[in-house]
C-alpha cells in the first residue's frame, strides 16, 4: 500500500488499458530475454573455438571443496576485512570533515570543503595505485592491503562527509533557532542537537555504502591485492576455466550485496521504533473500597475510628479520592475534599450552616 502511494505521488496510476499495455510489454521483454540467454547458452555450448563451456570437466574445478577453502573464502575474508575497515574509517572520516564544513569557523570550513571536494575528485583507482607504490617505496608492510583501505576511506568519507552536512540540513531551522534561543552556542548547537539526529537519518544510505565499499574492493586485484576476485583469477590461471571461477565469484558477490541491501532497508523500520510516538496509558484496575491496598479507604477508616472534634459526629461527609462509597441523597450532602481534623472551624462553619437553615426553616413554617 505504501509503495502504491508513493509512485501515485510520482506519476498518476494506469487506467484497465494502461496495466494491459503494461503487461503485454512485460511479456514481450521476458521472451525476448529468454531467447537472449538461450542464445548464449548455445554459444557457449559450442563456441566457434575452444572447449564446450558447459562441460562438467570446467565447472568441477570451481566448485570443488578445496576451491572454496583455498581460494574463494581465503579471497571473501580478504574482501571483508578491507571492507569493514574501510567502512570505519570513512565514518569516521566523513564525521570529522563533514562537521568541519558545518562549523562556524569560514576557515575550518574552507579547509574541510577543500579536502571533501578533492576526495570526491579522483578516482579510487588512481589513488589505489599511488598508494600502493607510495607503500612499497617507504617499505611498509602489506602496501597493496593498506592501499585498497585508505583510497575506500577517502573517497567513501568524502560521500558519508556530504551525507552528514545534507542531513543537518535537512532538519528543520526552528532546532536551531530554539538551541541558540535557549543560549548554546553555534557549535554546541550543531554537536548536541543538530548532528545526532543526522546520524540517525543518514544510517539506511551509510549501510547502502557499504555495498559501493564492499564492490570497489575488487579494484585492488589490479595492483595484485588477493581478494576475492583475484583469488578467482588464480583459480581459473590454474584449470584454464577463467569463466566458471569468475561466474561463482560475481554470485558470492551478489549474495553479499544482497544481504547487506536487505540490512538497509530494515535498518529504517528498526529506528523508527526508536523515535518518540504517542503513548497510551495503561490501564488502571479500579480499586476496591475494602481492598487492603487502597491507601486512602484506609485512611477514611482509620479517621472514623478517631472521632475527631471531642468525639463529635462529623457534619460533613469526607469524600476521598479512590474511593467507590456511593452517597445517598448526594444533593443535600456537602463535600470537603482531603478533610483535615487539625482545622476544627470547618467543622464550626458547618454547625453555623446547620442553625441557619434550621432557624429559616422554622421561620418559614410559622408564616
Not at 541491501?261 to 530494515?266: K, Y
Request: net charge negative; hydrophobic share 45%.
Amino acid at each position: 500500500m505504501a509503495a502504491n502511494n508513493e509512485s501515485a505521488v510520482l506519476f498518476d496510476q494506469p487506467g484497465p488499458k494502461g496495466r494491459k499495455t503494461i503487461r503485454i510489454i512485460n511479456w514481450i521483454a521476458g521472451i525476448i530475454f529468454a531467447i537472449v540467454v538461450v542464445l548464449i547458452l548455445m554459444r557457449l555450448h559450442n563456441p566457434p573455438d575452444g572447449e564446450n563451456q558447459l562441460s562438467w570437466e570446467l565447472w568441477k574445478p570451481a566448485l570443488d571443496p578445496e576451491a572454496w577453502t583455498d581460494f574463494y573464502l581465503p579471497g571473501l575474508w580478504a574482501t571483508i576485512r578491507a571492507s569493514l575497515l574501510a567502512v570505519v574509517g570513512a565514518v569516521v572520516f566523513g564525521l570529522v570533515f563533514g562537521i568541519g564544513r558545518l562549523m562556524p569557523n569560514p576557515l575550518v570550513r574552507v579547509v574541510s570543503g577543500a579536502i571533501v571536494e578533492f576526495a570526491r575528485a579522483v578516482p579510487v583507482l588512481l589513488m589505489m595505485i599511488f598508494f600502493w607504490r607510495w607503500f612499497a617505496f617507504v617499505g611498509l608492510p602489506s602496501p597493496a592491503y593498506w592501499s585498497v583501505v585508505l583510497a575506500l576511506i577517502i573517497y567513501n568519507g568524502s560521500v558519508v562527509a556530504e551525507l552528514v552536512r545534507s542531513g543537518v540540513g535537512n532538519l528543520p531551522d526552528g532546532q536551531r533557532e530554539a538551541s541558540l534561543a535557549l543560549g548554546l552556542t553555534q557549535t554546541q548547537s550543531l554537536m548536541q542537537i543538530e548532528v545526532p539526529q543526522a546520524i540517525v537519518a543518514m544510517l539506511p544510505a551509510a549501510v547502502t555504502q557499504l555495498v559501493v565499499v564492499l564492490k570497489d574492493t575488487a579494484l585492488g586485484s589490479i595492483i595484485m591485492y588477493t581478494d576475492l576476485l583475484q583469488q578467482s583469477r588464480r583459480l581459473g590461471s590454474m584449470y584454464f576455466n577463467i569463466l566458471q571461477t569468475l561466474v561463482v565469484a560475481g554470485v558470492i558477490y551478489f549474495i553479499a550485496c544482497w544481504l547487506l541491501s536487505r540490512l538497509a532497508e530494515w535498518l529504517p523500520s528498526r529506528l523508527q521504533q526508536h523515535t518518540a510516538a504517542p503513548t497510551e496509558p495503561e490501564p488502571v484496575v479500579p480499586i476496591a473500597a475494602g481492598d487492603p491496598s487502597n491507601v486512602n479507604q484506609i485512611a477514611v477508616a482509620k479517621e472514623v475510628e478517631e472521632l475527631p472534634l471531642g468525639g463529635t459526629d462529623r457534619q460533613y461527609h469526607v469524600h476521598h479520592r479512590g474511593t467507590n462509597a456511593s452517597i445517598h441523597q448526594w444533593r443535600q450532602t456537602k463535600y470537603v475534599q482531603g478533610y483535615d481534623a487539625t482545622h476544627p472551624e470547618s467543622q464550626e462553619e458547618a454547625d453555623k450552616e446547620k442553625h441557619f437553615r434550621l432557624h429559616h426553616k422554622k421561620s418559614d413554617e410559622e408564616e
